[in-house]
C-alpha cells in the first residue's frame, strides 16, 4: 500500500514564488508514489482577523493555484478543511490531553504572540493541535515539510503518543516529517535575510505567481544585491545575490555551484536578465491557468472541493467514530 502523505496551506491570499518552491513544487512527484491529501487549512487561517469575503475568495484562489501548479485531482485529494469537521472534532478531542507547557513552547507562538502573550487568541496558542488532527484524522504516515516545521511533527508525534497512552493501545502510528531536501527557502528580494512573504507591506519583495512578465522583469531589476562585481555565492557575506542565485537554481533544477561557474564573470544586469526570463518561462504559465480558472471556471473549482471534501470525510468519519469509541463516547 502507498504510505499517507498529508500538508495543506492557509488560503491567506495570492501565493507568491516562495509557497511554490517551498511546497507546491515538491508535492508534484509525490502523486504517483504516495496517497496525498493537500487541504486549505481555511480553520487555521482565521486564527488572525479575516474578512469573510475575502477569505471565500482565497479559497477559490488557493484551489485554483494547486490545479494550476499541477495537482491532479484524479489523483490525489483536495478539500477546504472546514469542509471534513472531523479535523476540529479531534482538534477537541486531543486538546483534551495536550500539556499547555507543550504548546507555550512552539517557536510560532513565541514570534507571533510576542511580549503581550495575554490579549492574543486562544486559537494562535492552540492551532499546533489541530495541525496535529489535520495529520492524525488520516493516521498519516507523512508529513512534508521544511526543516523550520520540524517542530510541529515532534509535537503531533508527542501528541499522538498522548492519546495513544490514554486510551491504552497504540492506536495512532506516529508520523513522520517528510523534510524536503530541495525545498526553497526563498527570501525576500528587499532583504536577504527574511522569508519571502505575502503579507510583506512592498509588493516588490515577492514574485507573486499572478505577476505578469513586465512584472517580474521590474521586480527582478529592482532587487536588492551589492556592489561587488563577481557573484559568488555567500549566505552570510552576501545575502540577496546568495538568494537570487538559488532561486536560478531551483527553478532550472541545476546545482548553485554550476549556476555561479556560468555567472561568475558576468555582469549583475545580465545575470538579473535571465533570472526573469527563467522565473518568466517557468511562473507566468501557472499564473495564466490561476487567473483562468477563478474568471472563467470557479464552478470546476468548487467542484474539485466539494468531490474532494466527499472523499475525505468517508477516511474521517470511519476514524473518528474509531476514536469516540476509544474515549468512551456512545455509539
Given at each position: ?14 501565493m507568491?514564488?516562495?509557497n511554490y ?12 508514489s ?8 481555511d480553520?487555521?487561517t ?5 474578512d ?5 475568495k ?5 484551489a485554483?493555484?494547486y490545479?494550476?501548479s ?6 490525489i485529494?483536495?478539500?477546504?478543511q ?10 477537541w478531542?486531543l486538546?483534551c490531553m495536550?500539556?499547555?507547557g507543550?504548546?507555550?513552547r512552539?517557536?510560532?507562538f ?10 492574543v ?13 489535520d495529520?492524525?484524522i488520516?493516521k498519516?504516515?507523512?508529513?512534508p ?8 511533527i515532534?509535537l ?11 486510551v ?15 525545498a526553497?527557502r526563498v ?20 514574485i507573486n505567481?499572478?505577476?505578469s512578465k513586465d512584472?517580474?522583469v521590474q ?8 556592489s ?15 538568494n ?5 537554481a531551483y ?22 536578465q535571465d533570472l ?6 517557468k511562473?507566468?504559465?501557472i499564473?495564466?491557468?490561476i ?17 474532494g471534501a466527499?472523499?475525505?470525510?468517508i477516511?474521517?468519519e ?7 469509541s476509544?474515549?468512551?463516547f456512545?455509539?
Amino acid at each position: 500500500m502507498k504510505k499517507c502523505v498529508v500538508s495543506g496551506i492557509q488560503p491567506s491570499g495570492i501565493m507568491q514564488l516562495g509557497n511554490y518552491l517551498g511546497a507546491i513544487k515538491n508535492w508534484l512527484p509525490l502523486q504517483d508514489s504516495h496517497d496525498c491529501i493537500f487541504f486549505l487549512a481555511d480553520l487555521h487561517t482565521i486564527t488572525t482577523p479575516q474578512d469573510p469575503e475575502e477569505l471565500r475568495k482565497n479559497v477559490i484562489l488557493t484551489a485554483a493555484t494547486y490545479l494550476a501548479s499541477g495537482l491532479d485531482p484524479a489523483k490525489i485529494t483536495i478539500f477546504s478543511q472546514s469542509k471534513v469537521p472531523q479535523h476540529a472534532e479531534l482538534g477537541w478531542i486531543l486538546s483534551c490531553m495536550t500539556s499547555l507547557g507543550w504548546l507555550e513552547r512552539m517557536t510560532q507562538f513565541k514570534d507571533k504572540g510576542g511580549e503581550d502573550k495575554a490579549r492574543v487568541s486562544l486559537g494562535l496558542l492552540s492551532y499546533p493541535v489541530l495541525q496535529a488532527a489535520d495529520v492524525l484524522i488520516y493516521k498519516a504516515d507523512l508529513v512534508p515539510v521544511g526543516e523550520d516545521q520540524r517542530q510541529h511533527i515532534e509535537l503531533a508525534r508527542d501528541i499522538a503518543a498522548s492519546f495513544n497512552r490514554y486510551v491504552k493501545e497504540s492506536y495512532f502510528n506516529l508520523p513522520e516529517a517528510m523534510i524536503m531536501k530541495t525545498a526553497a527557502r526563498v527570501m525576500s528580494l528587499k532583504d536577504g535575510t527574511k522569508k519571502m512573504s505575502k503579507s510583506d507591506p512592498s509588493d516588490l519583495s515577492r514574485i507573486n505567481l499572478i505577476d505578469s512578465k513586465d512584472d517580474i522583469v521590474q521586480k527582478i531589476k529592482k532587487a536588492k544585491t551589492d556592489s561587488i562585481t563577481e557573484i559568488f555565492y555567500d549566505k552570510e557575506t552576501r545575502p540577496e545575490v546568495s538568494n537570487l542565485l538559488e532561486i536560478f537554481a531551483y527553478l532550472t533544477e541545476q546545482k548553485i555551484d554550476s549556476v555561479v561557474e556560468k555567472y561568475k564573470t558576468q555582469l549583475m544586469g545580465k545575470f538579473k536578465q535571465d533570472l526573469a526570463e527563467v522565473l518568466i518561462d517557468k511562473i507566468t504559465p501557472i499564473g495564466d491557468k490561476i487567473k483562468s480558472l477563478c474568471d472563467n471556471d470557479e464552478e470546476y473549482v468548487r467542484k474539485i472541493l466539494f468531490q474532494g471534501a466527499q472523499k475525505a470525510s468517508i477516511l474521517a468519519e470511519k476514524n473518528i467514530a474509531e476514536i469516540k469509541s476509544l474515549c468512551g463516547f456512545i455509539n
